[in-house]
T-cell receptor, first 112, second 110 residues
């Protein structure tokens, strides 16, 4: 039981490059979330998926797209990376019934 | 919009003392609150939660207090240990989203 896993752990991109951050969970969560964490700020929600096949925007969705591929996987895509997207990205799954979120270890992204 | 804030960005305590970390929230309709611990280089980890129909909840060495009148919650850690050094976040769950505070960095002095 790995919980919530994220790949890659670290990534450096040049401005304009694209990439996909992967997230997978084996905890049977219905809801999954993508956050970004910046110094001096709390976690901010980018997108979430309340169930397989649905996605919704969070507080800071601009510049990102998501795909809920199946119940286990929720990916975050940057089509054209910008320096403002330099951040640590966390994926989380929500345990139904308890409302407890479980976070992955994070992806540290630097855009030059 | 929704906002959640922590009162102090940093807190230092002596090992063995009790720690109190405070948090304020803005949405009076929030009905579920959570405290997370985040160690360096790791994702946030659930510590304890409380629903709005309660004003106190205890876990192992941790207690959360909720004051709905002033929209304030606190996390108390008893007999603080070096392993408690981390950043602590409060969050509230409103609608289908979590709203996080900015975090208090707790340092335990041996």
């Amino acid at each position: 039981n790995a919980g919530v896993t994220q790949t890659p752990k670290f990534q450096v991109l040049k401005t304009g490059q694209s990439m996909t951050l992967q997230c997978a969970q084996d905890m049977n969560h219905n809801s999954m979330y993508w956050y970004r964490q910046d110094p001096g700020m709390g976690l901010r929600l980018i997108y979430y998926s309340a169930s397989e096949g649905t996605t919704d925007k969070g507080e800071v969705p601009n510049g990102y797209n998501v795909s809920r591929l199946n119940k286990r996987e929720f990916s975050l895509r940057l089509e054209s990376a910008a320096p403002s997207q330099t951040s640590v990205y966390f994926c989380a799954g929500l345990s139904a019934g308890t409302d407890t979120q479980y976070f992955g270890p994070g992806t540290r992204l630097t855009v030059l | 919009g929704e906002s959640v804030g922590l009162h102090l960005p940093t807190l230092s305590v002596q090992e063995g003392d009790n720690s109190i970390i405070n948090c304020a929230y803005s949405n009076s309709a929030s009905d579920y609150f959570i405290w997370y611990k985040q160690e360096s280089g790791k994702g946030p980890q659930f510590i304890i939660d409380i629903r709005s129909n309660m004003d106190k909840r205890q876990g192992q060495r941790v207690t959360v207090l909720l004051n709905k009148t002033v929209k304030h919650l606190s996390l108390q850690i008893a007999a603080t240990q070096p392993g408690d050094s981390a950043v602590y976040f409060c969050a509230d769950f409103t609608g289908n989203q979590f709203y996080f505070g900015t975090g208090t960095s707790l340092t335990v002095i041996p």
